[in-house]
C-alpha cells in the first residue's frame, strides 16, 4: 500500500535528498485529493446527475457533495442554485489508494502517455490535472456510460516550494514529461 510506503521509504529518502537538518514534519506530504466532476447537462435531466453520481462513487469510494451555482450568469444561462458539479474530497487511506490507482492504473491507459506537465503547479505546490475521459477508471461500467465527462484531480500538497511538491509527487510514482 502507498501509505505505509510513504511512512517507511519515501520519507526517509526525502530527508536525505533535502537535507538532514529538516524536521519530519516540513517534509513535503500529501494533505488532500480534491476530484471535480462536472455536469453540464444536469439542470435539465435529474437522470444525468444520478448517472454522474454513481460514477463518481464507484471511482472514489466516497458519496459525492453537489456543488451548485452561487448565483445567476445570464450569458451562460445560469440561474441561482442550478446543480453544476459533484465534488469529493479525500484524505487519510481512501487518498493514498486512489492516488495510487491514478498512478498505477489510469495514466497508463491513456494514450500516448508520456507524462504529466511540469506547469501546473500552482503557487502553494498544490498540482492540479484533468482527465477528458472518466471511461479509463477501471470502476466505471462502460455500458451504463451514457456521456463523456472530464474529472479534474487537485492534489493538494503541503511543501515550502514547487520544487519539493514535484519531489514528493515523483517519489511517490507520477511520471512528468521530458523536456
Known sequence: MLSTQVNKTIKENLIKELGKKRNALS???LNKVVINHRVSDARESQEALNAAEAEIM???GQKPRL???KKAVASFKLRMNEPLALVVTLRGKRMY??????FNLVF???RDF??????????KGNYNLT???QTYFPEVNLDKVTKIRSV???LNIYASSKDEAKMLLSALGLRFEKK
Not at 489508494?97 to 491514478?102: G, N, P, Q, R, T
Not at 508520456?114 to 503557487?123: C, E, I, M, P, R
Open 131 to 133: 482527465i477528458k475521459d
Open 152 to 154: 479534474q484531480v487537485t
Open 97 to 102: 489508494d486512489f492516488v495510487e490507482k491514478l
Open 58 to 60: 464507484a471511482i472514489t
Open 67 to 69: 456543488a451548485k451555482a
Open 27 to 29: 517534509l513535503p506530504r
Open 114 to 123: 508520456k507524462g504529466v506537465s511540469l506547469t501546473a503547479f500552482d503557487d
Open 108 to 110: 497508463p491507459r491513456l
